[in-house]
């Protein structure tokens, strides 16, 4: 049974810094893209960031570019990211999702497998 399971979220002041994480279990995990979307109340889910098998290939979204960094641990199966100067508008439930493929892609839908998600809280 494949389970991706958050953490790090929390409550942060404006211009801090959180690191989610998101370990999965039950699947080839260097097999898989992973990726981050968010979704805050109201809204639809949002593209974050996606790393590719290795760490050679990522994206960011435009909105993110610069002050979040994804990155992945094979050995640990694990996938981070890294969010430093993080503002209101970033607050929102955060998702790590993975996709049997080489390459990571923006479009949710086409994510096998998806975490429970975690809330991150910017306060101003």
């Known amino acids: 049974q494949v389970q991706l399971v958050e953490s790090g979220g929390g409550l942060v002041q404006a211009g801090g810094s959180l690191r989610l994480s998101c370990a999965a279990s039950?699947?080839?995990?260097?097999?898989?893209?992973m990726g981050w979307f968010r979704q805050a109340p109201g809204k639809e889910r949002e593209f974050v960031a996606a790393i590719g098998w290795t760490s050679d290939y990522t994206e960011h979204a435009d909105s993110v570019k610069g002050r979040f960094t994804i990155s992945r641990d094979n050995a640990k199966k694990t996938v981070y990211l890294q969010m430093n100067s993080l503002e209101p508008e970033d607050t929102a439930a955060y998702y790590c999702?993975?996709?049997?493929?080489?390459?990571?892609?923006?479009?949710?839908?086409?994510?096998?497998?998806w975490g429970q998600g975690t809330q991150v809280t910017v306060s101003s």
């Open positions: 999702a993975a996709r049997l493929a080489l390459a990571p892609t923006r479009t949710w839908e086409n994510y096998n497998y």
């Open positions: 039950g699947l080839t995990f260097s097999n898989y893209a």
